[in-house]
């Protein structure tokens, strides 16, 4: 009786774990997928640069910059509810920058074309006459189409007051 109990455990045991990897998602990239430890470096970096051109194109009220680097079907969302990226360009003129900058920014890898910048904004400045929130967590996703990096989706969360 002891081994019949043993040999059913087993058996569930078994099938249960390979259920388990069965059920694993099939285009969750692998350590393989994911671009070396160097590479990533460099596109960290170099996706954080962007990110900030970006933040100082808007500043500066810079079209040509900003379009450079946002894909005009993107998509954002904050405390106005979602806008494209092309309709964004036509607010330039409503918003004023008096001072910004970034920190804690992380650069998460979700396959070796796209990759989330996360980051706290803090700055001061006015939309549509009315202020700004002070602090801010901002993240964008940001894909390779053919050689360039460009944002897709920008998401912004005012900070709870303190």
């Known amino acids: 009786m002891k081994k019949v109990t043993w040999t059913l455990g087993m058996l569930v045991v078994g099938i249960l774990t390979s259920g388990a990897a069965y059920a694993q998602d099939v285009n ?3 350590q393989q997928d994911m671009p070396s430890r160097p590479t990533a470096n460099t ?35 904050d405390a106005n509810g979602f806008m494209k990226g092309s309709d964004m360009l036509a607010m330039f003129e409503q918003v004023k920058i008096t001072s910004w900058s970034i920190s804690d920014e992380k650069v998460t890898w ?14 001061a400045g006015t939309f549509m006459g009315q202020p700004i929130p002070p602090v801010t967590y901002a993240s ?18 005012a900070a709870a007051p303190k």
């Open 43 to 77: 596109l960290d970096k170099a996706l954080l640069a962007s990110e900030k051109k970006i933040n100082e194109a808007f500043a500066k009220g810079d079209k040509a910059a900003f379009a450079a680097l946002v894909s005009p079907t993107s998509l954002s969302a």
């Open 140 to 157: 964008t996703v940001w894909t390779k189409k053919g050689d360039k990096w460009v944002t897709v989706f920008h998401q912004e969360s």
């Open 110 to 123: 979700i396959d070796p074309n796209t990759a989330i910048v996360t980051y706290k904004w803090t700055g």
């Open 28 to 30: 969750e990239p692998t």
